[in-house]
């Protein structure tokens, strides 16, 4: 990327914006820890197939001619070995769910790396990423990606793990306008499974994280995650105190709990505080955070979602762990609804002194299109 596109997708981003365990109980298994630390994941993270099926409650008015458009000129980019590395059969349920928050170096990722491909189809691929995404969702994948750029070049070891070469793109089935297919883009702190089924698409899991929170390009301050966290931590500061004192959760949660290798449909049980309790401008404040994440998709799936999940607002619970401190170690954020599933939670790695954010969104009934794995 060029100085003044990275200055752009910084100030684009300034201003709009995990081998893992189920339960509420203290999670530590996805702690990034950078190439050279290894943590409880690296290299170690196993994922076990759910015999997924394709009746998940997609979202509508998904652009799916547009992404098998892109896809297909992708594809066209790529040698037959290319094309072999980069497709599987959509049938393949076990690649469909290896994606990790840990750098590809300790786990590693189906498809094709980005530094594998040619600039012609490097280009074409984030094309495609770029169909499939938001505006404002792609300046967050650039911005994430710059993040790790920077980790390449300032972590304290295991660099060479780390910068955007290190992102992977994966095509499951035939791209077609009426058959399911899925585009899997990911690396360190960013995981994108878009599974399209005629025109309507399923956008989760989604990983987003970044480390560090905060970083400068020349003048340009970058903060990948401030549209998520800026909106997430107004929910709970938001909180009179007897409020706070439903929403917060007697565990300890040191990370993210639906992550990664967490597909058994099994979620903690709802805690925390009703929504039905808050006031008018609270749940618009709580909207508006699950928005955050919604809308990192392509503008028709994301509102056809967002409103499935205000239809059932009265029904969701926000919770906290530890503490609600921007900067608070272990600070850990929660909304559960019917099918919403949404956490953030300030981590720490070996890579640098501070903490960073982990951050996943998941659906309950659509998860890779399909209603198993499901409650």
Known sequence: MTAAA?????????ACGTDSSTGTTTSTSSRAQGPAGGGAGGGRQTFTAVDLDTDGENASGANTADVVTAVGTFLATLSDEQKDTATFDF???QSRQTWSNFPASNVPRKGIALSDLSEASRSAAMAVVKTMVSAEGYAQVEAIQRADDWLQANSTGGNDGFGDGNYYIAVYGTPSATEPFMVQFGGHHLARNY????????????????????????????????GKADTAFAVFDSLTDDQDAKAKLSATINDILMGPGVDSGKFPTSEGLPVSELSAEQKQSVLTAIAAWVKDAAPGAATSLLSTYE???DQTRVAYANNTSVDGESTYLRIDGPRVWIELVN???????????????RDKNDDYGSSNPST
């Open 91 to 93: 049938t393949d349920n």
């Open 347 to 361: 981590t720490r790695s070996r890579s640098t002194p501070d903490v960073h954010y982990h951050g996943v969104f």
């Open 311 to 313: 239809s059932g607002l």
């Open 195 to 226: 599974t399209y089924k005629g025109d309507t698409a399923s956008v989760t899991p989604a990983f987003t994280g970044t480390e560090p929170k905060t970083f400068t390009v020349g003048d340009t301050t970058v903060e990948p995650m401030k």
């Open 6 to 14: 990275l200055v752009v997708a910084a100030l684009a981003l300034t």
